[in-house]
């Protein structure tokens, strides 16, 4: 499985911005999909996942309110629209997939393909 994300770029404190993240290869009938981020210096931290369905997500509490995770099954993609942006958004962000496991959740360790990940700056 591969991952490749995309939509990340520069923008002002307040601003939107739309991930994307295609998995292609051998993907799996019953995935969870999940976003995480990265800051300078700072461990990575779980953003927002979604199930197969897209009916089940669960968001980390920075990211509740702000941001939507979904998914579009036919086109095996993931998005993140992410709104209100603030400074402190400011990583690269992941998508990664979990193919054994159904359980929509932030247990970094279940997710076993990862993409390269696209950088989100948020000027304030």
């Known amino acids: 499985v591969q991952l490749q994300a995309s939509g990340g770029g520069l923008v002002q404190a307040g601003g939107s911005l739309r991930l994307s993240c295609v998995a292609s290869?051998?993907?799996?009938?019953?995935?969870?999909m999940g976003w995480f981020r990265q800051a300078p210096g700072k461990e990575r931290e779980f953003v927002a996942a979604i199930g197969w369905s897209g009916r089940s997500t669960y968001y980390s509490d920075s990211a509740k309110g702000r941001f939507t995770i979904s998914r579009d099954n036919a086109k095996n993609t993931v998005y993140l629209q992410m709104n209100s942006l603030k400074s402190e958004d400011t990583a690269v962000y992941s998508c990664?997939?979990?193919?054994?496991?159904?359980?929509?959740?932030?247990?970094?360790?279940?997710?076993?393909?990862w993409g390269q990940g696209t950088q989100v700056t948020v000027s304030s």
């Open positions: 290869g051998r993907t799996f009938g019953s995935t969870v």
């Open positions: 990664a997939i979990k193919t054994l496991r159904t359980v929509v959740d932030d247990r970094e360790w279940e997710y076993d393909y």
